[in-house]
Nanobody, 125 residues
Framework: VQLQAYGGGLVQAGGSLRLSCAAS????????MGWFRQAPGKERDFVAA????????YYTDSVKGRFTISRDDAKSTVYLQMNSLKPEDTAIYYC???????????????????WGQGTLVTVSS
């Protein structure tokens, strides 16, 4: 499994970015797809997850109402639309996927098996 994330960059506070992550090596329609981020000097944190196309999405509280995760299974791609960006959203953003069997709705940020290399998002004030 390979994951390639892209779309990061520098944006002013209040702006928007759309991250994409292309997956290859498997058929991912039955995989959970997610996004995580790691701010400078901090641990990697869960951002959002999508269980399957058209299914329930999960977000960490700090991004609810501003970020939207979506996926296109035909393209094996997961997206993260980020609106109303804040300086505290500055981080390296990682995409990840995992089989359904390794994931639980009770802990949506746990159990991800395959990780991409990350894309840097910088939000200036």
């Amino acid at each position: 499994v390979q994951l390639q994330a892209y779309g990061g960059g520098l944006v002013q506070a209040g702006g928007s970015l759309r991250l994409s992550c292309a997956a290859s090596g498997r058929t991912f329609s039955s995989y959970v797809m997610g996004w995580f981020r790691q701010a400078p000097g901090k641990e990697r944190d869960f951002v959002a997850a999508n269980r399957w196309s058209g299914g329930t999405t999960y977000y960490t509280d700090s991004v609810k109402g501003r970020f939207t995760i979506s996926r296109d299974d035909a393209k094996s791609t997961v997206y993260l639309q980020m609106n109303s960006l804040k300086p505290e959203d500055t981080a390296i953003y990682y995409c990840a996927v995992t089989p359904q069997a390794l994931w639980s709705t009770a802990t949506p940020g746990v159990g991800f098996r395959y990780w991409g290399q990350g894309t840097l998002v910088t939000v200036s004030s």
